[in-house]
Every structure is written in structure tokens, then in C-alpha cells.
């Protein structure tokens, strides 16, 4: 009797998903406190690696989070509508054309499904945030990279060049991350001025609060064709943890199609309750702004006496190049305490986040045998 080896009949396994994910890396979050903890070995930890705002949210929103807490078996607000009124009424804005978001990243991930066909062109500067790259490479976008100056500035004329040509989708992300590099008016607007209104036109505002001089709305509006501003409450507002952003759009009608691909109830009641609270304490978003960006000033301050390189960063944290390299210099931190977020940029760069004045002192007092060779 002939006996067959039914595995040998079985054919190969095909991997179920798309191709186009063999070429993305998943993101890679900074540290988390609970890691860090096990290998620095200690519990005294200033985490100062993903850009929050350690001054913390508004008191107000404790108590907003705890009348949320009290509906908790009732579906959030589908459409925010409550806080969408809010901001757009300070805004000048339509609360039509807003759309809500669980943190800024989703609305990257929904702007460029609603937009993008394989193959489509997305203009962009690196280094940037990685989220574009993730996004587009998923949606099988093509990409064109116009790199950054030595300084990490926007190289404006050789992306004018680009953006002239019509790329499906311009991204601009103001001040940069990582670099905290930001764009003047006068650079904006010239970028829109070659820019083809069939291109539609993405602005990163994530850290907008700690550099108000950029009117991007009035920019964008004034150039005319399809947009959408990012904006998050996880920065200046101190809302990480509670995952809410919000995308302000050139008409309503792409709100309506963003809606089409953006889940039901993605914005939890709690989180809506402490956005609104957090959006509402204009005094408390003041004053933690004041402070980070003083702050950030004495940071500066030490690392130009000792003769760092670093970027002209206007958001909450400075972007500087380790003589010792990223990975030396983060482990050297973490020692101390300290989490700090290395870069694949080339050259040694570390991003440091601007933390609470102990925070910054612990930097201050570790940067010396951190950064030497």
C-alpha cells in the first residue's frame, strides 16, 4: 500500500497580508517608565523622552474626568461635538470643517487613506516624524524626501522646486519633529505659492502652542485648495495619556469623507470631558507654556556654554549632537535617571524633552559626562 506524506502535498504558506507592509517598520515609541526602571534599576526616573508636558494638565480636568466617569456605560459623542463648538468658536473656525481624533497620529493614518493611491507622491523633509513614512508606506505611496539643511532648517527652495511639481500630497511639519526645527510666514506662504491647488496640503502643528508666531490657518485658507491642519492635546495641554487630537479642514466635505473612515466612538467620553476642560483653562496652558519654553532657554543656555551643537528648536525639547554618539550618551542618562530619546539621525543627535525645573536640573548636572568622548 502506497503511503503519500500529506504535508509534502500541501502548499506553500502565503503570507495573508499586503506586500506593500513587508516595507514598513512598525513605530518605535520611547521608553517607558516601567522599562527604563528595570534596566537603569532605579525608581527616581525624569522621563524626558517623548516630548510630554511633565508640568501636567489643568487641575480642572481631574474633575471633568470624574463627572465623565459617572456615565461610563454610555457611548461617547460619536462626532465631539461639544468640544469640536469650543474650538472652533475660539478658532474662528467652522466646527463643520474639524474633525476629531484619538491623538494627532490617527489623523495622519485617516487623511492619508482618504487621499493616497499606490503609487501616489508624498512630498515631505526628513528628518521628520515617522508617522509619514509608516502611512504612506501602507498606503503604498511613493515618496519624494527633500533632505534638511546642515542646521536641519527646510531647504525651502529645493522643496518649492518639488512642491511646484504637483505631488499628490505635501506634508510639512512645523516646528519639526525631531529636530524642533520651525518654518517662518514668509516660507509658508511661499511654498503654497508654487504649490498646484490638485496637491492637497497636510501642516504637522503638534507643538503649534509653544511657537504661535506661524498663522498656518491664515496661510492656508489664503492659498486655496485642499488642506488639513494636525493639532493634538498631548503636548502643551499634558493629555498623552488620554489620546485626542483634531485635524482642521479646508471644507466640511472632507470631513465628511475622513468620518467615512474613522471609527465610531474613537474618542472616549473621558477623553472628550478632559479635552474640553483642558481646552477651556487658557491660564493654566499659559503658564506651563511660559515655564517649558524659560526652561527650555536654560537648557540652551548650558549647552552653548559647553559648546554643544544643537538645533534652534521652538518646541519642548532641544535636539542635540553627542560626541560620544545617541546610544552611548542615552545609556549614560539612563544611569542617572534620566530617559532621553536617541535618533537614527545621523551623527550622534539626541532629542531631549524640556521636563519640570528638578527635571532639568538632574540634565543639567548629568550632560557633561554624558556627551564627553
Not at 503570507?15 to 526602571?37: Q, W
Not at 526616573?45 to 456615565?71: F, H, T
Amino acid at each position: 500500500m502506497l503511503v503519500v506524506d500529506q504535508k509534502s502535498l500541501s502548499p506553500a504558506v502565503v503570507s495573508p497580508v499586503r506586500p506593500a507592509l513587508e516595507g514598513v517598520s512598525a513605530y518605535k515609541a520611547g521608553m517607558t517608565l516601567a522599562e527604563a526602571g528595570r534596566l537603569a534599576g532605579r525608581a527616581d526616573l525624569s522621563k524626558l523622552a517623548s516630548n510630554e508636558n511633565l508640568l501636567g494638565c489643568s487641575p480642572k480636568v481631574a474633575d471633568a474626568v470624574q463627572e465623565a466617569l459617572a456615565s461610563a456605560e454610555i457611548y461617547p459623542d460619536p462626532y465631539c461635538e461639544t468640544l469640536r463648538a469650543a474650538i472652533g468658536e475660539r478658532l474662528a473656525v467652522d466646527p463643520a470643517r474639524i474633525v476629531m481624533t484619538p491623538g494627532s497620529e490617527a489623523l495622519i493614518d485617516y487623511l492619508f487613506r482618504a487621499v493616497l493611491h499606490p503609487g501616489d507622491s508624498v512630498l515631505l523633509s526628513s528628518p521628520t516624524f515617522p508617522a509619514y513614512g509608516i502611512f504612506g508606506g501602507c498606503a503604498e505611496a511613493r515618496f519624494i524626501d527633500v533632505p534638511r539643511l546642515p542646521g536641519f532648517d527646510l531647504d525651502v527652495e529645493a522643496f518649492k522646486a518639488e512642491a511646484a511639481k504637483g505631488p499628490k500630497l505635501l506634508v510639512l511639519c512645523t516646528p519639526n519633529n525631531p529636530t524642533g526645527n520651525a518654518m517662518t510666514q514668509g516660507q509658508l506662504v511661499d511654498i503654497l505659492a508654487v504649490t498646484p491647488r490638485s496637491t492637497v496640503v497636510f501642516v504637522d502643528e503638534a507643538y503649534r502652542e509653544y511657537c504661535l508666531e506661524l498663522d498656518v490657518l491664515g496661510a492656508l485658507n489664503e492659498w486655496g485648495g485642499t488642506w488639513v491642519s494636525g493639532r493634538t492635546f498631548s503636548k502643551a495641554y499634558g493629555l498623552a495619556g488620554m489620546r485626542v487630537g483634531y485635524g482642521i479642514c479646508s471644507s466640511a466635505e472632507l470631513v465628511g469623507y475622513l468620518d467615512r473612515i474613522r471609527p465610531p466612538f474613537n474618542v472616549t467620553a473621558i477623553s472628550q470631558a478632559a479635552a474640553l476642560a483642558a481646552w477651556n483653562d487658557t491660564e493654566h496652558l499659559e503658564c506651563t507654556v511660559a515655564l517649558t519654553i524659560a526652561e527650555r532657554g536654560r537648557v540652551e543656555a548650558v549647552l552653548d556654554a559647553m559648546g554643544v551643537e544643537r538645533t534652534a528648536s521652538a518646541a519642548n525639547f532641544v535636539f542635540l549632537r553627542s560626541p560620544a554618539g545617541a546610544e552611548a550618551t542615552a545609556a549614560r542618562l539612563l544611569k542617572e535617571g534620566l530617559i532621553v530619546r536617541p535618533t537614527p539621525v545621523p551623527g550622534g543627535w539626541v532629542r531631549i524633552t524640556i521636563g519640570r525645573p528638578a527635571d532639568n536640573d538632574r540634565l543639567i548636572a548629568a550632560l557633561p559626562a554624558a556627551l564627553a568622548l
